[in-house]
């Protein structure tokens, strides 16, 4: 027992310098969390504070935000809560464990071990941007490189053909083209997550020789038409890239629209401006009825200036800081900074302190894809979730001022490839869903259920479960094809 005594006392130096490195590693990645919390919340104030003076809020608009921060506040409280008690029953598990293998001198990780061990995991994660910086040359599209070619200019988007990187394929002009529509919130990149760790959506088409392009929006701090562009601009100049590629390929392009672009590419369709140039859709975890996403329909339905800034020459557009805060409290149960800091503790840990690309590419994204959004852009989609689809099948918004009806696609001669995450939050299987019931009886849609949350399906498209260019069963027993698989069937 005295032997024992002894070597505790010898090792308090290692024990309170491991115990200092922790908490500093732990206080930085803190302050860092929050500092960047709070740097979108204060833009978001700063541009609700100016709204306000210019539209001040009615008793019951300022009751209803009153009541929403609130609610916003507990969520976020009760969460932390949970998470510190879980953590630290974790922690005093293995604390306990290691001071009396040290005081009994038993087999095992002693307590200077076991601070080390956690002194270095906090290390790890204050450290973690470095590994999020590091990443940018493998993440997303690399445009001004040879894996990819501009195809077409409009005047708010550039078209660019993913060409194959998988060794020994190439293009197969028999193939019906594919035209990729990124959210405008979310960015283009999330569509080639890590495309040379075989993670990426559009290079899954490529791959197979599948024509493959891709949408991307001009940068709207620069170009004037962008921060002026309306749902009928972008339905106008989607038929003209369509337009390229028909005359390019001699077949009618497949629309592969992802979240928001998923709903703006039906839009389009069912506008019937596109019949001569695209007969096919794809869209992925598409809000085709937002009413239905409890976490976004839920929050207060606010004038649209209070999510506005004007920019220097004047045009006004919608935030992406302000969005992004948005989206984050719709999480906010995952989204407080100490939550966040102990998540990626537990991530590190996990992971012998090597998360790895994927983990550092999604907190790319999450982080450095907020891009500001054409007014008449977030109006319209900001409508699509606070009103329904009509019970005749009508879509709460219109295109060149006529109404869009889901029922006329079987008429515009249509297919319509439509997948939904099981377990996504944001996009439910219903909100996905809410429109099959216009096209019962038809044969224009195919609903696939895939497992996985929102982007699941981007950043792990060859899921062993559900990959994206096969046949796999799904939990209801039911074999579904996949994207890649279905394109590559219709152009047969």
């Known amino acids: 027992m005295y032997g024992s005594m002894r070597d505790v006392l010898k090792d308090l130096p290692d024990v309170g310098t491991s115990w200092m490195r922790y908490m500093m590693a732990l206080t930085r990645s803190f302050n860092r969390e929050q500092t960047e919390f709070l740097d979108s919340y204060l ?18 608009d300022t009751l209803e935000i009153m009541q929403h921060k609130s609610t916003l506040v507990g969520k976020g409280m009760l969460a932390t809560h949970e998470k510190m008690v879980d953590f630290a029953f974790d922690q005093l ?34 450290n ?35 060409l194959p ?9 028999d193939l019906k083209p594919v035209l990729l529509i990124p959210p405008y919130m979310l960015g283009e990149h999330i569509l080639s997550f890590l495309p040379y760790e075989n993670k990426s959506y559009a290079h899954s088409f490529a791959n197979e020789g599948i024509p ?24 106008t100049q989607t038929r003209e890239l369509c337009a390229v590629l028909k005359e390019k390929h001699g077949k009618k392009v497949t629309l592969n629209g992802t979240c928001q672009g998923g709903y703006i590419i039906l839009m389009n369709t069912l506008s019937g401006t596109l019949t001569e140039v695209s007969d096919t859709l794809i869209t992925n975890v598409s809000p085709i009825d937002g009413t239905y996403s409890n976490a976004i329909s839920g929050m207060p339905n606010m004038p649209h200036d209070f ?22 409290f719709v999480a906010i149960d995952r989204e407080t900074p100490l939550i966040k800091v102990l998540d990626q503790a537990s991530l590190h840990k996990a992971t012998d302190l090597n998360p790895g690309k994927t983990a550092a590419a999604l907190f790319r994204w999450l982080l450095k894809e907020r891009v500001h959004l054409p007014l008449e852009i977030a109006k319209m989609s900001t409508c699509t979730f606070h009103q329904p689809i009509s019970e005749d099948g009508l879509l709460p918004v219109k295109l060149y001022d006529k109404p869009l009806k889901v029922g006329d696609l079987k008429d515009l001669d249509v297919k319509w490839y439509q997948n939904y995450a099981m377990k996504d939050d944001l996009v439910t299987p219903k909100c996905a869903t809410a429109a099959n019931r216009f096209l019962e009886g038809t044969d224009v849609i195919e609903s696939v259920p895939f497992p996985g949350g929102h982007v699941a399906i ?7 479960r559900s990959p994206v260019n096969d046949y796999f069963k799904a939990k209801d027993g ?8 279905f394109q590559l069937e219709i152009s047969n």
Not at 130 to 159: C, P, W
Not at 212 to 235: A, E, F, G, L, S
Not at 307 to 328: C, D, E, F, Q
């Open 128 to 162: 973690f941007p470095e590994q999020i910086e590091k990443v940018k040359d493998d993440f997303g599209f690399h445009f001004n490189t040879s894996a990819y070619r501009l195809i077409h200019d409009t005047g708010s988007f550039l078209m660019y053909q993913v």
């Open 478 to 485: 039911k074999e579904y094809r996949g994207p890649v698989k």
């Open 458 to 464: 981007l950043t792990s498209p060859y899921n062993k």
């Open 212 to 235: 493959t392009y891709v949408r991307v929006t001009k940068d709207i701090d620069q170009n004037d038409i962008v921060q002026n562009m309306t749902p009928d601009d972008d339905c």
């Open 307 to 328: 999510i506005t800034t004007t920019l220097p020459n004047g045009h006004k557009v919608a935030n992406g800081y302000m969005l992004s805060l948005g989206m984050r």
């Open 43 to 60: 833009i978001a104030a700063q541009i609700a504070l100016q709204a306000a003076k210019d539209n001040p809020m009615t008793l019951r």
């Open 93 to 126: 598990k293995e604390a306990n464990e290691a001071f009396f293998n040290t005081i009994l001198n038993n087999e095992g990780e002693n307590l200077a071990g076991y601070l080390k061990r956690e002194a270095e995991v906090m290390e790890a994660v204050a």
């Open 165 to 173: 990187i998988k060794e020994g394929v190439q293009v197969r002009d």
